[in-house]
Nanobody, 125 residues
Framework: QVQLVESGGGLVQAGGSLRLSCAAS????????MGWFRQAPGKEREFVAV????????DYADSAKGRFTISRDNAKKMVYLQMNSLKPEDTAVYYC??????????????????WGQGTQVTVSS
């Protein structure tokens, strides 16, 4: 079991940057692949980024490539999402999630076992 708490959300103007953090506790963080998802009002939850348990591999949604960077610090049990060049369409609640043995199924939110409560990101135009 692992507990996750997101932070770092807030209000930002289009073109600005924001760094989200996810703190893990209560589990073997190093054994989990970690993902970021987001959900806008009335929309389905969508994949944003994922990083392998070791931090050696990552992948991004097309909407995030070139703008967002996922990273992790296993010693601190933290995962981050650096968000640059933010757009109004990035507005959503952002969630971090932990999963094991994701393989090629990391795009699917149901593959993840543990979720944080989310942090709101609002990008104004």
């Amino acid at each position: 079991q692992v507990q996750l708490v997101e932070s770092g959300g807030g209000l930002v103007q289009a073109g600005g940057s924001l760094r989200l953090s996810c703190a893990a506790s209560g589990g073997a963080f190093n054994n989990y692949d970690m993902g970021w998802f987001r959900q806008a009002p009335g929309k389905e939850r969508e994949f944003v980024a994922v990083i392998s348990s070791s931090g050696g591999t990552s992948d991004y949604a097309d909407s995030a490539k070139g703008r967002f960077t996922i990273s992790r610090d296993n010693a601190k049990k933290m995962v981050y999402l650096q968000m640059n060049s933010l757009k109004p369409e990035d507005t959503a609640v952002y969630y971090c999630a932990a999963g094991r043995y994701l393989g090629t199924y990391y795009l699917r939110d149901r593959q993840y076992d543990h979720w944080g409560q989310g942090t709101q990101v609002t990008v104004s135009s």
